[in-house]
């Protein structure tokens, strides 16, 4: 017979394992402690030092440290070094933000061979002539044509009687709404102006499908859902406005008897920007195991990305994925990372969000991270995303000068001490909520550890100060790991059904390797 806090205890373990699931979109440090380093982000020292290479600054730091120095002049300086750093390993332990709580690095440290540019981007706008030659590749050849929106003469006359069946039966609808009428009525309202609308539509509608090819133009977004012609109301005419600034082009074709789709959109607004092309071959996906193995899926991946002219990009990760919502799927996962002047983009989550008066924070990028994803199940390539594109402006620094490693690490452990309490284990930070209830179960946590497994140093977006069209490509320092919470019941890696739960990696902080402010990856600054 259980206890009657047992339940309490065992709901708390759950929410230990499962809410792991979401730290690949959620990293941590995004709600900073009131006592967080920022090192004046994005502000003057970070503008000073881009100016700073290397060579120089080695220099320099070797004729400083020939000179003595106040205490003040010390204080106020930072070391740099010439890249890159040389560590490959790093071990340390300490207490977090409280009793109980305990920070473990036992690490890989990655570092990039060769310069640590700066490098100013901007979005880059999707053209016609792209889609055009990624969707050559990924239709192999075969003929592009507008997707199929215009109904036969028959599909009118079969939708018009559906909906005149579904009028007929008001008794059903009325059941159905828990004896709402209004909503009903509404309800029926619409169907009978779809009817208007798909009668006027009959005479000129074709007797046969017909297909035209594709002019590669791009369509305001309701020009590929006719049915929001029918939108009567001013808040429905208000989001058909909202949406249209959203320019769409789609084309099909088949494929081995499959049909297969592209879909781009793009947004040019000050309030948030979208680039984004998709590729879909849903029927190609795989219903028992897949024999492909790993290897071949990331050789089968890279050779896509070339052919699309992605040969810049290098695969971040591999997953083997085992679906079966809402049907049986096997598949493989492939993440890539840009490279720009040799060095890659260390993959991060993906922005909360892009809309920042929506997000409360008027600083927050407003264009997501520049990502690019290829599924592949047994052998068939199923699905493409290509987001956010960028294009350089400049290389604002060639080789730039950056904080030494002891001195990161100095920064990443006041982090950690300052912001690593019980509560900041359940992640509720993560997704910007702060609440009683999470305290609560905080207090049940006997013990924490978070363990530091991969530090790398690799290029990390951020905004540029005072311009809402630009960002820049900076040398920033990455710390991942997993972690681990013990209470009276258990430790929090287990199920409700006593199974251990897969290790989930977090990012537990991202830190700009030149100026050792902390970059906030989730609002993009």
Same mark, same amino acid.
């Given at each position: 017979?259980?206890?009657?806090?047992?339940?309490?205890?065992?709901?708390?373990?759950?929410?230990?394992?499962?809410?792991?699931?979401?730290?690949?979109?959620?990293?941590?440090?995004?709600?900073?402690?009131?006592?967080? !380093?920022?090192?004046?982000?994005?502000?003057?020292?970070?503008?000073?030092?881009?100016? %700073?290479?290397?060579?120089?600054?080695?220099?320099?730091?070797?004729?400083?440290?020939?000179?003595?120095?106040? @205490?003040?002049?010390?204080?106020?300086?930072?070391?740099?070094?010439?890249? /890159?750093?040389?560590?490959?390993?790093?071990? $340390?332990? &300490?207490?977090?933000? *409280?009793?109980?709580?305990?920070?473990?690095?036992?690490?890989?440290?990655?570092?990039?061979?060769?310069?640590?540019?700066?490098?100013?981007?901007? +979005?880059?706008?999707?053209?016609? $002539?792209? !889609?055009?030659?990624?969707?050559?590749?990924?239709?192999?050849?075969?003929?592009?044509?507008?997707?199929?929106?215009?109904?036969?003469?028959?599909?009118?006359?079969?939708?018009?009687?559906?909906?005149?069946?579904?009028?007929?039966?008001?008794?059903?609808?009325?059941? $159905?709404?828990?004896?709402?009428?209004?909503?009903?009525?509404?309800?029926?309202?619409?169907?009978?102006?779809?009817?208007?609308?798909? *009668?006027?539509?009959?005479?000129?509608? +074709?007797?046969?499908?017909?297909?035209?090819?594709? $002019?590669?133009?791009?369509?305001?977004?309701?020009?590929?859902? /006719?049915?929001?012609?029918?939108?009567?109301?001013?808040?429905?005419?208000?989001?058909?406005?909202?949406?249209?600034?959203?320019?769409?082009?789609?084309?099909?074709?088949?494929?081995?008897?499959?049909?297969?789709?592209?879909?781009? @959109?793009?947004? =040019?607004?000050?309030?948030?920007?979208?680039?984004?092309?998709?590729?879909?071959?849903?029927?190609?996906?795989?219903?028992?195991?897949?024999?492909?193995? *790993?290897?071949?899926?990331?050789? %089968?991946?890279?050779?896509?990305?070339?052919?699309?002219?992605?040969?810049?990009?290098?695969?971040?990760?591999?997953?083997?994925?085992? #679906?079966?919502? /809402?049907?049986?799927?096997?598949?493989?996962?492939?993440?890539?990372? +840009?490279?720009?002047?040799? !060095?890659?983009?260390?993959?991060?989550?993906?922005?909360?969000?892009?809309?920042?008066?929506?997000?409360?924070?008027?600083?927050?990028?407003?264009?997501?991270?520049?990502?690019?994803?290829?599924?592949?199940?047994?052998?068939?390539?199923? &699905?493409?995303?290509?987001?956010?594109?960028?294009?350089?402006?400049?290389?604002?620094? @060639?080789? !730039?000068?950056?904080?030494?490693?002891?001195?990161?690490?100095?920064?990443?452990?006041?982090?950690? %001490?300052? *912001?690593?309490?019980?509560?900041?284990?359940?992640? &509720?930070?993560?997704?910007?909520?702060?609440?009683?209830?999470?305290?609560?179960?905080?207090?049940?946590?006997?013990?924490? =550890?978070?363990?530091?497994?991969?530090?790398?140093?690799?290029?990390?977006?951020?905004?540029?100060?005072?311009?809402?069209?630009?960002?820049?490509?900076?040398?920033?320092?990455?710390?991942?790991?997993?972690?681990?919470?013990?209470? #009276?019941?258990?430790?929090?890696? =287990?199920?409700?059904?006593?199974?251990?739960?897969?290790?989930?990696?977090?990012?537990?902080?991202?830190?700009?390797?030149?100026?050792? @402010?902390?970059?906030?990856?989730?609002?993009?600054?």
């Amino acid at each position: 017979k259980e206890r009657g806090g047992d339940m309490n205890h065992r709901k708390l373990l759950q929410k230990l394992a499962i809410i792991a699931a979401f730290s690949l979109m959620a990293s941590a440090c995004q709600a900073n402690p009131d006592a967080a !380093v920022v090192a004046d982000k994005g502000g003057d020292l970070l503008e000073s030092r881009i100016q %700073q290479n290397a060579e120089t600054s080695a220099a320099e730091s070797e004729s400083l440290s020939a000179e003595s120095f106040t @205490s003040e002049s010390v204080e106020d300086r930072q070391r740099t070094v010439i890249n /890159p750093v040389n560590v490959t390993h790093y071990e $340390d332990v &300490y207490p977090g933000a *409280e009793d109980g709580v305990t920070i473990q690095i036992d690490a890989e440290v990655q570092i990039p061979e060769g310069k640590m540019p700066v490098i100013r981007v901007k +979005p880059h706008e999707i053209t016609s $002539d792209e !889609v055009k030659t990624w969707t050559a590749v990924l239709f192999d050849g075969n003929t592009a044509y507008e997707p199929e929106i215009t109904m036969t003469k028959d599909e009118l006359e079969e939708v018009i009687l559906q909906l005149r069946q579904a009028i007929g039966k008001e008794d059903q609808l009325l059941e $159905d709404w828990n004896g709402n009428q209004g909503e009903v009525d509404d309800i029926i309202a619409m169907w009978e102006r779809q009817i208007e609308y798909y *009668e006027a539509q009959y005479e000129s509608a +074709p007797d046969e499908k017909i297909r035209l090819e594709t $002019d590669w133009t791009f369509h305001p977004y309701s020009y590929y859902e /006719p049915a929001m012609a029918l939108y009567e109301n001013e808040e429905e005419k208000n989001e058909i406005e909202l949406l249209d600034k959203t320019m769409c082009l789609k084309a099909e074709t088949e494929l081995d008897g499959r049909t297969v789709s592209v879909s781009v @959109s793009k947004r =040019e607004e000050s309030d948030y920007i979208l680039q984004n092309f998709y590729f879909y071959d849903d029927a190609a996906y795989s219903s028992i195991p897949v024999k492909q193995t *790993e290897e071949e899926a990331k050789l %089968q991946a890279m050779e896509l990305a070339e052919h699309l002219g992605f040969g810049n990009w290098q695969i971040d990760s591999c997953t083997l994925v085992e #679906s079966h919502f /809402p049907d049986d799927k096997y598949y493989y996962v492939l993440d890539f990372i +840009p490279c720009y002047e040799g !060095v890659a983009v260390t993959r991060q989550a993906q922005l909360a969000g892009v809309n920042g008066e929506e997000m409360g924070d008027s600083y927050a990028a407003n264009y997501y991270y520049e990502t690019l994803r290829i599924e592949i199940s047994e052998n068939n390539i199923t &699905y493409v995303r290509y987001m956010s594109p960028l294009e350089i402006i400049s290389i604002e620094n @060639s080789d !730039v000068a950056i904080l030494a490693f002891d001195e990161i690490m100095d920064i990443f452990k006041n982090q950690m %001490q300052l *912001e690593y309490t019980k509560y900041r284990f359940l992640h &509720y930070a993560d997704f910007g909520q702060d609440n009683s209830a999470g305290k609560k179960e905080a207090d049940e946590i006997l013990s924490a =550890e978070a363990t530091i497994l991969d530090i790398r140093l690799g290029l990390a977006r951020i905004r540029v100060k005072d311009n809402l069209e630009e960002y820049r490509l900076v040398p920033a320092w990455t710390f991942r790991g997993t972690e681990v919470c013990e209470t #009276s019941f258990g430790q929090g890696n =287990e199920y409700l059904d006593g199974t251990e739960a897969p290790a989930e990696v977090y990012t537990y902080a991202v830190i700009n390797a030149i100026d050792g @402010s902390l970059i906030n990856v989730s609002r993009g600054y």
